[in-house]
């Protein structure tokens, strides 16, 4: 099982393992990350979901499609070059120690 770095604003780590096929949403969620809001439940409608994947480790997933992007004009938080929907992703076997990082706020 993949274990994925979760680090916060603050810099606090938290590791954890993911199934994979697991939504990384839906895993902080359950979780109890309350840095991830996702107000629209996962619908790519809300970009309360906002998360940064390591800049080296984007590739893991599949590339932002054109409706990520658009909702990713609305985050709260700067977008960057790393900024993706965490609805949007899945865990898969190339997610062993990835790494992702918490906005600032997600409203
Ligand atoms: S949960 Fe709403 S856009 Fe991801």
């Given at each position: 099982?993949?274990?994925?770095?979760?680090i916060?604003?603050?810099?606090?780590?938290?590791?954890?393992?993911?199934?994979?096929?697991?939504?990384?949403?839906?895993?902080?969620?359950?979780?109890?990350?309350?840095?991830?809001?996702?107000?629209?439940?996962?619908?790519?409608?809300?970009?309360?979901?906002h998360v940064y994947i390591d800049e080296?480790?984007?590739?893991?997933?599949?590339?932002?499609?054109?409706?990520?992007?658009?909702?990713?004009?609305?985050?709260?938080s700067?977008?960057k070059?790393n900024s993706r929907?965490?609805?949007?992703?899945?865990?898969?076997?190339?997610?062993?120690?990835?790494?992702v990082y918490f906005p600032?706020?997600?409203?």
């Amino acid at each position: 099982m993949p274990t994925v770095h979760f680090i916060q604003t603050n810099g606090q780590t938290t590791s954890l393992e993911v199934a994979v096929g697991k939504n990384l949403m839906s895993f902080c969620r359950d979780y109890g990350f309350t840095e991830i809001v996702a107000e629209c439940g996962g619908s790519a409608l809300c970009a309360t979901c906002h998360v940064y994947i390591d800049e080296t480790q984007g590739t893991v997933f599949s590339p932002v499609n054109e409706v990520e992007s658009q909702m990713l004009e609305f985050v709260a938080s700067e977008r960057k070059s790393n900024s993706r929907l965490s609805c949007q992703l899945v865990i898969n076997d190339h997610c062993d120690n990835l790494k992702v990082y918490f906005p600032d706020s997600q409203i």
